[in-house]
């Protein structure tokens, strides 16, 4: 990584995040690109293994990143470990509400960071991405980090900085090109076509 992109500092941890993540078979074919503000969308989003290789990714890179998580998965001895990986709780129960506004704040405030959000915003299948991510990066004036989870490949890879525009829209419809030929580790089922 370049020297604008914030880091950990944590030795242990990119160990232990390049050893699970060699065990797994996973690579990066290229580098995340060295800027100190990005929200970084990450795709498909199809299981809870997503969050395992991508949270061994992270620590591997030596990645400070933060990231957004229901609120129930912050609570117990489970919370301390979601918090130390940069883990955000969001409570989708009130809607979501100031979330955007939030982050908004915290890139603000920040001479760096790194927001990792899944815009499927669910685990399953979905015709329609969220666009918080967008409206967070318009706002905020950073941009977005089109990031392939991809399962087929065993590689995450990605995309150059892509700014933001009002056309919210033609800007999805562009990154998510960038997703056409990336796995998620679950499949949707095929629709059959039937008369």
Known sequence: M?????????????????TVFKAAGWSFPGSIPDIPKAVVIVAPHTSNWDFVIGAAAMLAMDLDARFLGKHTLFKGPLGGLMRSLGGIPVDRGVGGSGVVEDMVA???????????????????????WKTGFHRIALAAGVPIVATALDWGRRQIRFREPFMATPDAAADVAELQLFFADSRGRRQPPAVENRR
Request: glycine share 16%; aromatic share 8%; proline share 8%.
């Open 2 to 18: 370049g020297p604008a992109v914030p880091r950990r500092g944590w030795r242990t941890g990119r160990w232990l995040g390049r």
């Open 106 to 128: 915290r890139f603000g405030a920040a001479d760096r960071l790194i927001l990792a959000l899944a815009p499927e915003g669910t685990r399953k299948a979905v015709e329609h």
